[in-house]
């Protein structure tokens, strides 16, 4: 099946330092899946942060980008600078389109902070 | 701005006893999803649906119904909980686009002792 795997947190940079979260995926049920980016904030549900549905494009949001790269299977997570508002729980997904619905496929999770 | 509400916010059942989980959304979409967390593990697909009377087995159904009596409300019912399903659950509903967007609930956080 369809797998998602991306770096194992908590992960803690500075204030104004940069934020990279790996992602890579496995999609044996589509050549092309849909990538996503959910990102959870404290005490509130997951909401979109970024999707990217063609290979080879970026997509951004908030600060944060990453590029869907067919040929490496990832779709990593950048930000140049990261701020106190940025801690949350971030989720890579993949989904099949097509279908009439979007099940996604999760990642567990990565949880960022800042330094104290 | 879509809104999906789940209730309760918390739960405490008893090994046995039946657990209904309850979802509306507002945002008049077709597909409706239940999924649950734990640690160590993504998010998990128990059951999901296309619309009013339709119910449809995710990745992990086992010990789990749904039931979607109407667009807005999709509910997750556990007949005998058990404390396996302790866990937080998050349902979310997204239109059926090609690149459908989720929205999610706050999540219910359940403890089966």
Request: a neutral charge.
């Amino acid at each position: 099946g369809d797998s998602v795997t991306q770096t194992e947190g908590p992960v803690t940079v500075s204030e104004s330092e940069s934020l990279i979260i790996n992602c890579t995926y496995s999609a044996t049920s589509i050549a092309y899946p849909n990538l996503f980016w959910y990102v959870r904030y404290p005490g509130e549900g997951l909401q979109l942060l970024l999707k990217v549905i063609t290979a080879g494009q970026k997509g951004s949001s908030r600060g944060f980008e990453a590029t869907y790269n067919k040929e490496t299977t990832s779709f990593h997570l950048q930000k140049a600078s990261v701020q106190e508002s940025d801690s949350a729980v971030y989720y890579c997904a993949l989904g099949q389109p097509g279908t009439g619905s979007n099940r996604l496929t999760f990642g567990k999770g990565t949880k960022f902070s800042l330094i104290p | 701005e879509a809104a999906v509400t789940q209730s309760p916010r918390n739960k405490v059942a008893v090994t046995g006893g039946k657990v209904t989980l309850s979802c509306n959304q507002t945002n008049n979409h077709n597909n409706m999803y239940w999924y649950r967390q734990d640690t160590g593990h993504g998010l998990r697909l128990i059951h999901y649906s296309y619309g009013a009377g339709s119910t449809e087995k995710g990745d992990i159904p086992d010990g789990y119904k749904a039931s979607r009596p109407s667009q807005e409300n999709f509910s997750l019912i556990l007949e005998l909980a058990t404390p396996s399903q302790t866990s937080v659950y998050f349902c979310a509903s997204g239109d059926a686009w090609w690149e459908e967007t989720l929205y999610f609930g706050s999540g219910t956080r359940l403890t089966v002792l």
